[in-house]
């Protein structure tokens, strides 16, 4: 396949339907195609599905396939964790890639992997298959149906594997970096390499887009033993989905912050292994472009990736990590300036207990109320990961769905989530109270 025909049918066939249909629909390699959430669920989760979808009963396939997380988890903490995996994914899926900064015409593109790096790849694959271990998945995850087939990993950072090491490593990065940086036109920087992953039969990838900064990115197939074709499903441009098909030293450049991409088809076969390499942009510019694009980031908070005024900016600038800077003030004032509320919010985001119930002893009602930035105390202790202090919220009564801005941000369990994961002891506590996990709108 050609991308070069790609991008000339969409220069010269702008009406291509970029709404999910499932009328005859070609994309531009002369594919029968259809938009999102017909192969699986992509943005939306309850009602995605077409009563004639060309594909067959996907609805039963997907329902199968959480059934299968819900009883792998068990009960209703782990189902739930199954479920929030689940939103976690469709928010992201519809929120992220309209605000990001696309550095390619396309999204995707199909080459060969440099020879001296897939020879070591495939060296190192078949030194140390036999000492592959199961990789470990977050409680309810839903990227991989790993409850049913199980992925395992000979991991390339390993120090005890013949060849694997940050040498090895290195090698990988250097050797895959100027097709990224030529693919881009941007100077890139490495920021995550995962693998090596081994996929078994039955094996499916929930379409998704990557977590940032793994934003210009590779997958090479390092080796396969299969029946038939096992397809990389992307989304292009059109909003129409392409099956990508790699065989052993092929390597497939995704912007995976942007193009959403995943398996819904099940592996046929017996293993199929990949490796997946991450950079980002460092802003500069290895050509000129047509259109402009932010290389030097004024407001220091946010990656250039991610364009301003879009939702995506709100969502970055609430993780924890990166609190806004409204919030690194009231943590950084002197309690004596502050005024209670201001106290009671660095209270709670540090995790003070003592002066969180000082508070509730004689001004309870501050515990309800919401500072300037529209937070809670509950949200900060939330974000914050403060189990003792949430539980001395809730039984103080406070609201366990409020959300932050004014009803139109996350509730408590979303930033607990976000911030610390599905296995932190604040998520089954949510989880068990039955509380909502929703995030901002858009
Ligand atoms: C991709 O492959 C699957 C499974 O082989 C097939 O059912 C589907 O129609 C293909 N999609 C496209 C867009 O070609
Ligand atoms: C970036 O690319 C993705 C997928 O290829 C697309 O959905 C999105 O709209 C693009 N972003 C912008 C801002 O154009």
Not at 55 to 78: A, T
Not at 310 to 323: A, G, K, S, T, Y
Not at 343 to 371: S, V, W
């Amino acid at each position: 396949m050609k991308l070069s025909y790609l991008l000339l049918a969409i220069a010269t066939e702008s009406s291509v339907s970029t709404t999910p249909s499932v009328d005859r629909v070609l994309n531009a390699f002369g594919q029968e195609s259809y938009g999102v959430d017909v192969s699986f669920p992509v943005h939306y989760l309850d009602v995605w599905d077409k009563e004639d979808n060309p594909l067959g009963d996907r609805q039963s396939f997907y329902d199968e396939f959480m059934d299968g997380c819900r009883e792998h988890y068990g009960g209703k903490i782990g189902s739930t964790a199954c479920d929030i995996t689940e939103e976690d994914r469709a928010a992201m899926s519809l929120r992220q890639p309209s605000s990001m900064q696309n550095y390619t015409d396309t999204g995707f593109k199909k080459v060969q992997a440099p020879k001296q790096v897939f020879d070591m790849l495939s060296d190192y694959w078949k030194k140390n298959y036999e000492r592959k271990e199961h990789e470990n998945w977050p409680k309810g995850n839903t990227y991989v149906n790993h409850w049913n087939s199980p992925t395992y990993m000979v991991n390339v950072e390993s120090g005890t594997l013949r060849g694997g090491g940050q040498n090895m490593k290195r090698k990988i990065w250097d050797g895959v970096k100027p097709i990224l940086e030529e693919w881009t036109g941007m100077e890139l920087e490495p920021s995550s390499m995962y693998g090596i992953r081994m996929y078994t039969d039955g094996a499916v990838l929930s379409p998704h887009a990557d977590r940032t900064p793994l934003i210009s990115s590779c997958i090479i197939n390092v080796a396969q033993d299969v029946d038939e074709d096992w397809p990389l499903e992307v989304y292009g441009r059109d909003g129409l989905a392409y099956n990508v098909t790699m065989q052993p030293g092929d390597m497939v450049l995704y912007e995976s912050h942007s193009l959403i991409h995943g398996r819904p088809f099940s592996l046929k076969g017996r293993y199929f292994v990949n490796i997946f390499i991450h950079f980002q942009p460092t802003g500069k510019l290895l050509r000129e472009r047509d259109t402009p694009i932010l290389t030097d980031a004024d407001d220091e908070d946010l990656p250039i990736y991610i364009l301003r005024g879009n939702p995506e900016e709100d969502h970055w600038l609430q993780q924890q990590q990166h609190p806004s800077k409204q919030h690194i003030r009231v943590r950084e004032s002197p309690a004596a300036a502050a005024t209670p509320l201001e106290q009671i919010a660095q209270a709670a985001a540090t995790g003070d207990l003592n002066t969180i119930a000082q508070f509730a002893a004689t001004e309870k009602h501050l515990l309800h109320q919401t500072d300037k930035n529209g937070w809670m105390p509950i949200h900060e202790a939330a974000r914050g990961g403060h189990m003792d202090v949430v539980k001395l919220l809730v039984d103080h009564g406070v609201d366990i769905n409020s959300r932050t801005r004014s009803g139109k941000g996350s509730t408590p369990m979303k930033l607990a989530v976000d911030s610390h994961g599905l296995e932190h002891e604040l998520v089954e506590y949510f989880s068990s109270l039955g509380a909502l996990n929703i995030g901002p709108e858009l």
